[in-house]
Every structure is written in C-alpha cells, then in structure tokens.
C-alpha cells in the first residue's frame, strides 16, 4: 500500500481490511499480524484510497529486484519498513510480489499503556513512501526476530500476561526502528548533504524573488514539497545532520535577510517585516530579539 490523496474508502476494522485483503479472520479483533505473500486484494479496489483506523508496519522485501527510494534506490536490497498511523490516506496498485510482514494494531490495544501516548513521538509514522527504513542483514534479523514473537504470542492461548508482552514487543520494535532511522540518516549523509544544499538553494531563490511579499513566509511544508519529502522526514533529517530542525533552518535564513534589509537599506523596521512575509512586525521583532539578543532598531542604529 502506498501513500495517496483523494477521498479515501474508511476502514475502522482490522476485521474489515482482513475481508477486503481475503485474508482468513485474524486471531484477535485489535491486533494482526499477516504474510504480505497471502494478502490477496481484489481488482476492483485495484487504485483505491484507503484510511485506515489503526496502525499499519509493513516488512517487505523484493526478490524481484532493487526496490526504489525516490529517484534512487534503497541503501540495502534486504528489505524495507514502513509505518502509517491511523487516518493516514493509503492505496493499492499491482506491483512485484513482496515478503515479508504487516503488523496492524488498532489503538485500543495500547490505550491503556504508555505506548498509547509515546507512540506519537515516533516521527516515522508521518513519513512518506519513499522513506522508508531500508534494512541491513543484521537490522532484518533483529524486525523479523520481534515480529515473529509477536505472532507466536498471538498463536498461543490468549492469557491475563499476553498483552502485556505484546505490548512491550511492540514498543521495542519501535524503539529499534527508532535507530536504524537515525543509522539511515548517517549512512546516508552524502545523500542528505544535498538535500541540505537544495533546501538552501530554493531557500535564496524565494527570498530573492521577493516571494515573501505574494506567498508570506516560507513554510516547512513548502519546503518539504520542493524537496519531494514529508514534512516530518525533512525535519528528522535536518536535526540528525546539522542539529535544528526545518523550521530554525528557515528562521535562520529569515534572521540573515533582515540583517541585509537592516544594513544595505532604507527600510524601517515594520517595512523590513514587510518585505520578509511577516503580517505583524511585532512577530518580526520578537523573532529577530530572540535570535540576535537585540531589537531590529538596534541592530539597524548600530551600522548607523
């Protein structure tokens, strides 16, 4: 499944998306674990959009050949992972047979443990197709290990102790997902570093066409959709490699404009703000205090 706009068709089951993959009824109503090679969807939801009630972490692999990233390929042909959260828009379409696993868990499963709350500080739930979690042998090992303890927990007789180990399998398989993402980011590094020079470039381009004064500010989201990446990858990305975020990188280069405004210019203060997007200077001058522990006036009065 993939990552696809337009109005999706609703599935708040995972009884309900086990029917449309024809797959057998699963073995608990708010968690499954499932072969990719058994899912079997029917043509006419061939091209469908789907939103999904639950949680969706996919292991697949190809023996068909490398699996694409971008424009690219993946860093490992082993396999890759990827992780939706509930509501998220997802698609099907005809593709080379994968292996592998999908593990579905409704919310209610977790509700009454931390994961509940935590689970939304895995970013990776907000990314796109394309960054998916590529897998070395030895980080395939370690997926497959995790869940195929889970499928042997489900296959055993359900006891007061089951969810609880569920749970805690579930939660380590994130944390290491969590670290073969920040693995990814490092080997990948050559990769990012032009993405990083690309952000920069279409960063200057904006500012100096005057695109501030027709769009206002520039957006993380605008960003990321120059870049063609998620919001939320860009962003992990960027703080792994350089230690801020989208949004500082933006503010950083708002700060380095005003200071040019401030400097080669005639423009008071409100029209400095003007020029860069802000609606109100009062926002203007609380960023640029902010970042340069001085006002906008002072700053300017100082080159006077």
Same mark, same amino acid.
Request: net charge positive.
């Given at each position: 499944m993939e990552k696809k706009e337009n109005a999706p068709l609703k599935i708040s089951s995972i009884s309900e998306l086990h029917r449309l993959l024809q797959l057998p009824k699963p073995l608990h109503p708010l968690i499954s674990l499932v072969?990719?090679?058994e899912m079997s969807v029917n043509k006419e939801l061939l091209n469908r959009n789907f939103a999904l009630n639950f949680y969706?972490?996919?292991?697949?692999?190809? %023996? /068909? @050949?490398?699996? !694409?990233? @971008?424009? @690219?390929?993946?860093?490992?042909n082993e !396999? !890759?992972?990827?992780? &939706?959260?509930?509501?998220?828009? +997802?698609? &099907?379409k005809e593709e080379a047979e994968y292996h592998g696993y &999908? +593990?579905?868990?409704?919310?209610?499963?977790?509700? /009454?443990?931390?994961?509940?709350?935590?689970?939304? /500080?895995? @970013?990776?739930?907000?990314?796109?197709? /394309? %960054?998916?979690?590529?897998?070395s042998d030895k980080e395939k090992t370690v997926i497959v290990g995790l869940l195929q303890n889970i499928l042997g927990e +489900?296959?055993?007789?359900?006891?007061e102790i089951s969810q609880d180990v569920i749970v805690s399998y579930i939660e380590v398989l994130l944390n290491y997902s969590n670290r073969f993402y920040k693995r990814q980011f490092i080997t990948r590094k050559s990769f990012n570093n032009d993405?990083?020079?690309n952000m920069e470039n279409i960063l200057d381009g904006y500012f100096n066409r005057q695109e501030t004064l027709t769009k206002g500010l520039p957006t993380v989201e605008f960003l990321a959709s120059e870049l063609n990446l998620s919001p939320h990858y860009l962003s992990d990305m960027l703080r792994n490699l350089t230690g801020q975020n989208a949004q500082q990188h933006i503010h950083e280069k708002l700060i380095e404009k005003a200071k040019e405004y401030l400097t080669t210019t005639n423009f008071s203060v409100a029209e400095v703000a003007y020029q860069l997007g802000f609606e109100?200077?009062?926002?203007?001058?609380?960023?640029?205090?902010?970042?340069?522990?001085? &006002?906008? +006036?002072s700053y300017k009065q100082s080159f006077n």
């Open positions: 072969d990719n090679t969706k972490i996919s292991y697949k692999f190809s %023996e /068909n @050949g490398k699996m !694409g990233y @971008g424009q @690219g390929y993946y860093d490992f !396999g !890759g992972m990827m992780f &939706t959260a509930p509501n998220q828009i +997802l698609s &099907t &999908t +593990l579905l868990v409704h919310p209610d499963f977790i509700r /009454n443990y931390p994961l509940a709350k935590n689970i939304k /500080n895995f @970013g990776f739930f907000s990314y796109d197709t /394309n %960054e998916a979690l590529h897998l +489900l296959n055993t007789a359900i006891d993405l990083l020079s109100h200077s009062q926002s203007f001058n609380k960023l640029f205090k902010k970042k340069m522990n001085t &006002t906008p +006036l």
